[in-house]
């Protein structure tokens, strides 16, 4: 199955975003992706409040243009993520919506772990001013196998890795607006620490490059094998880049060294 990841420079113009993102797609479908995936906030990126700024329900204009595209292809399109309007609430969804070929959407996740630190002289950033906590791991089912959602700061959280991986996932999305500052040290290891332990496909479409009020995105969009392995990483550039997942190399990879099956749960709690 070949996966494509894209790498974006998202702004706060959802309409250049969008135009961005499908000549990004069609792109990636041309290159043979069945599946492809964008990267967080990928329809709009910056506004400090985006309830007055960008928020849409669901289904709206985003979830309906990633509808059109999965079908127009006959892909899944994964649709990074997405700031979700929430009626009755003061606050937004970071959400991500998955496609099917026809253009049906078979999941939504809403980002469980939000990213509220202070770095002096570096970053400053409380998600959980504007967000919503998600409450539920994710898993979607293709004719593939299963695969789960993750959303960029998740990636610390290895225990949610493990759900999503014991529930059946074979390859975890996870769709990143990651700083600059945290990026060149933990991007990369964070990442390939998650395939390893869990034997899995990483999938990580990332935003790059400065955006919004001076934040600035690592960039550095991967794709990861269940040895570790980065088989595809992506120039500072929006961009496409795309590998072949062997899920026979996978079981392969948990036949020779089992560690899912040597857990030992009863004595960790």
Same mark, same amino acid.
């Given at each position: ?7 974006? +420079? ?32 990928? +329809?709009?990126?910056?506004?400090? *409040? ?6 849409? =329900? ?31 609430? *003061?606050?937004?969804? +970071? ?8 253009? +049906? ?61 014991? *529930? ?19 991007? =990369? ?7 390893? =332990? ?72």
């Amino acid at each position: 199955m070949r996966i494509a990841a894209i790498q974006m +420079n998202t702004q706060e113009d959802k309409e250049q975003n969008l135009a961005t993102a499908e000549r990004l797609i069609d792109e990636a479908a041309a290159l043979g992706a069945q599946m492809v995936g964008l990267p967080e906030m990928f +329809n709009i990126l910056g506004p400090k *409040n985006y309830l007055g700024n960008g928020a849409e =329900e669901i289904p709206g204009r985003t979830s309906e243009f990633l509808s059109r595209k999965a079908k127009q292809h006959g892909i899944y399109l994964h649709g990074g993520s997405i700031p979700e309007l929430m009626i009755g609430e *003061n606050k937004v969804g +970071n959400t991500t919506l998955v496609f099917d070929p026809h253009g +049906n959407q078979i999941a939504k996740y809403r980002k469980i772990h939000l990213f509220d630190i202070e770095v002096e002289g570096q970053v400053s950033r409380r998600e959980s001013d504007q967000f919503v906590f998600g409450e539920r791991p994710v898993n979607f089912e293709t004719e593939q196998g299963s695969f789960g959602l993750t959303i960029c700061y998740d990636i610390r959280f290895p225990e949610l890795y493990r759900a999503l991986t014991l *529930n059946g996932a074979r390859v975890i999305f996870h769709p990143s607006a990651f700083t600059l500052y945290t990026g060149k040290d933990h991007w =990369e290891t964070l990442i390939r620490a998650r395939a390893i =332990e869990n034997q899995v496909y990483m999938i990580s479409p990332a935003q790059i490059g400065v955006h919004g009020r001076g934040q600035h995105s690592f960039g550095s969009t991967m794709i990861v094998d269940p040895w570790g392995t980065v088989i595809a990483r992506a120039p500072e550039r929006e961009c496409v880049v795309w590998a072949d997942i062997d899920f026979a190399a996978q079981d392969e990879v948990r036949r020779q060294l089992p560690a899912l099956h040597h857990r030992r749960p009863e004595v960790y709690l």
